[in-house]
């Protein structure tokens, strides 16, 4: 039996984008056209400046492309609305990122729970889908701690429970690992592995991190903003 | 997004700069409601002053008397407009006017002459008791008169001697008697300092021969919760042909004196806020520049534009609340001493007289629903106002800016 054709989640279609600083024209990504397919654990590498992160930005609707088009499960990203773009941030994309980012005066429950309360889920349904994911991400009995009083990696981790817990098409990980030392970085790695595997979520990573690398089933390079056919 | 979970906690982790903002809304707040309650209660104290002196509340004349005060323009029959008066919860003071000159020694000088009956004229003014030397008018001492005090300069005259008066009669007669002054007045208004000539109205009729009718009857509401409009109608009704007119009507410049300072009271509040607006601002503006980071991921996971405006305004109100309470509770205590105690001038200035309302040297404050009301409606307001651009430039904050912005 032929394996099923997996769908195409996220379309990028000759996408540049330029930045003015000051005087200077910067074009962070040059004409890149790249296909994400569902269920992928894809890294987007690249030394610092390649455009990984503007990259993602784009994928991720925070930023719109100075040319092309980007298409996330078939909507063009660019023709949205401000708040239909907020809409589609909250229910189809879970972010994680390099400084973790968790709002200071929640605790890790509340902001795990924050994306769920922003969608207006009832608050029995939210507690039980928030104590699972916590469960999952290994964060059981650390439900009412506050950012200050975590660590590094399980920041990270509430960061991608508040990540999956909505159930994402695609979860947006910009160096998750980078702040985090190598213990905690393979047990971030093998977590965000097997929510692919098991939840079959999306992942795409900016990084140049090697051992994130290692674990991604593809590596997308890039240089100045291009895909690098080389490496 | 909680909003109601998230504003307070929001204050509480820059408590510092949350204590400091709300304690200056609070102060302010306190010190506009002790303004307030001061700033009405002088003008109820001049209000009162102003028609308590000399003029009442109302007052009623014939048709033409205003324009030509003549001493043949009487309104006729007064008993019975007494009588009618006296069932619309008003008290009358019915006077006679006439003008006449009085000599003392080798001074003399033109004066108005005011025939009252003592008695009524307490029910509806405090003269009597605006006394500089001497006794008030006696029902019994029929020679006995009271004197403006620049007229008793003039007259170069003191309590106890005699004063010459001359003027004709209504029936054409020469009108001439000798009185005795009983007293002299501190400063009331222009018009009665430099003319005043107060004797009893039985006194009047004699010198000049005014058998029936009166020239004015003043009046005083006995119940000060009606409103002046109400009780001027009601007088009208019963008035027949008379005119009855209040005392802003009557004292023009004095009321415009008194609306003036209320604007003042509104404009004072008003300057003093914006003071506050600048200091919310600033605190706002501040608590925004510290969080774009913060609102920059808000966005990112998905919060609206709206929401987050929402957020920033909760904060702000909030504090309002607080600030508001600690207003309200500090200022009306505040407010009430002074209503009961006043601010004691006296050993500054004594008791005076300015266009007309006589100038207590002790200032009342007066505790009202309006002097506790608007101060607290004047810091929501301002509070709302200045907020409204620290929450739009929070609310377009670009989160792929905001997210590397440390």
């Known amino acids: 039996m032929a394996p099923a054709e997996k769908k195409v989640i996220i379309s990028i279609q000759q996408v540049s984008k330029s930045y003015q600083q000051g005087k200077v024209k910067v074009n962070a990504v040059n004409d890149l056209s790249l296909d994400i397919e569902e269920g992928e654990f894809t890294a987007l590498c690249g030394p610092s400046g390649s455009g990984k992160t503007t990259l993602l ?32 941030r909250r229910d189809r994309i879970g972010f994680v990122f390099q400084a973790y980012n968790l709002i200071p005066v929640m605790t890790a ?34 439900e009412s701690r506050r950012p200050d009083e975590m660590s590094g990696g399980q920041q990270q981790r509430v960061a991608i429970a508040r990540a999956i817990v909505t159930h994402p098409a695609v979860v947006l990980a910009d160096e998750p690992t980078a702040n985090v030392d190598s213990e905690n970085a393979e047990a971030l790695l093998d977590l965000m592995e097997e929510l692919n595997q098991r939840e ?26 291009q895909l690098d056919p080389a490496a | 997004m909680n909003i109601v979970l998230l504003a307070p906690r929001n204050l509480l982790r820059s408590w510092h700069r949350s204590l400091v903002t709300t304690l200056a809304m609070g102060f302010a707040g306190v010190i506009m409601i002790v303004f307030a309650s001061l700033m009405d209660g002088m003008l109820q104290a001049s209000e009162r002053n102003a028609t308590m002196m000399n003029t009442g509340e109302l007052q009623l004349h ?35 006017f006439a003008f006449a000159l009085a000599a ?13 009956t003592p008695s009524r004229e307490a029910q509806v003014t405090e003269i009597h008791k605006h006394l500089m030397l001497g006794l008030w008018l006696d029902e019994v001492d029929t020679e006995g008169v009271v004197l403006g005090r620049k007229l008793a300069r003039s007259l170069n005259i003191k309590v106890g001697e005699e004063v010459i008066l001359l003027g004709q009669a209504s029936d054409g007669s020469m009108a001439n008697e000798i009185f005795r002054v009983r007293g002299i007045l501190k400063a009331v208004a222009d018009d009665i300092d430099r003319a005043g000539f107060f004797m009893l109205s039985s006194s009047f009729r ?13 009046m005083k509401r006995l119940n000060q919760s009606d409103t002046l409009e109400t009780k001027q109608q009601q007088v009208q009704d019963i008035a027949g042909p008379y005119e009855v007119k209040d005392w802003r009507s009557l004292m023009p410049v004095i009321a415009r004196i008194l609306e003036l300072a209320d604007a003042q009271t509104i404009f004072m509040l008003l300057i003093t806020y914006v003071a506050v607006g600048m200091v919310i601002l600033n605190a706002m503006l501040m608590s925004v520049f510290e969080r774009i980071r913060e609102f920059g991921i808000m966005k990112a996971l998905g919060v609206n534009p709206w929401q ?25 205590w505040l407010a009430l001493l002074l209503q009961e105690r006043g601010i004691d001038f006296s050993h500054m200035v004594s008791a005076t007289s300015f266009a007309g309302i006589a100038l207590e040297p002790v200032w009342y404050a007066q505790v009202s629903f309006r002097s506790l009301a608007l101060p607290i409606v004047f810091l929501f307001f301002m509070t709302l106002l200045a907020v409204i651009y620290p929450a739009i430039k929070a609310a377009l904050i670009k989160p792929v800016d905001a997210i590397h912005h440390f």
């Open chain 1, 109 to 142: 429950y509340e902001n795990a729970e924050f994306v769920l309360a922003l969608q207006g889920m009832p608050k029995a349904q939210r507690r039980e889908r928030v104590m699972s994911i916590l469960k999952q991400v290994g964060l059981q009995g650390l």
């Open chain 2, 206 to 218: 004699k010198l000049m021969v005014v058998n029936e009718g009166v020239h004015e009857i003043a």
């Open chain 1, 200 to 225: 079959g979520i999306t992942f795409i990573f900016s990084t140049h991190d090697p051992r994130v690398m290692k674990r991604a089933r593809r590596l997308v390079y890039l240089r100045d903003g």
């Open chain 2, 104 to 116: 003392a020694g080798s001074s003399s000088a033109g004066v108005q002459l005011r025939g009252i």
């Open chain 2, 62 to 96: 014939a048709k033409t008397y205003l324009d030509d005060p003549d001493l043949y323009a009487v309104m006729h029959d007064e008993k019975a407009l007494l009588e009618k008066l006296s069932t619309v919860g008003v008290s009358a003071s019915p006077r006679l």
């Open chain 2, 308 to 332: 987050i405006v929402q957020l920033v305004f909760a904060e702000a109100i909030l504090q309002a609340v607080v600030a508001s309470l600690f207003a309200l509770a500090m200022g009306a």
């Open chain 1, 57 to 88: 930005n784009m994928i991720g609707g925070l930023d719109l492309p100075t040319e092309g088009v980007i298409k996330l499960e078939l909507q063009e990203l660019a023709q949205l609305s401000r708040m239909a773009l907020s809409h589609l």
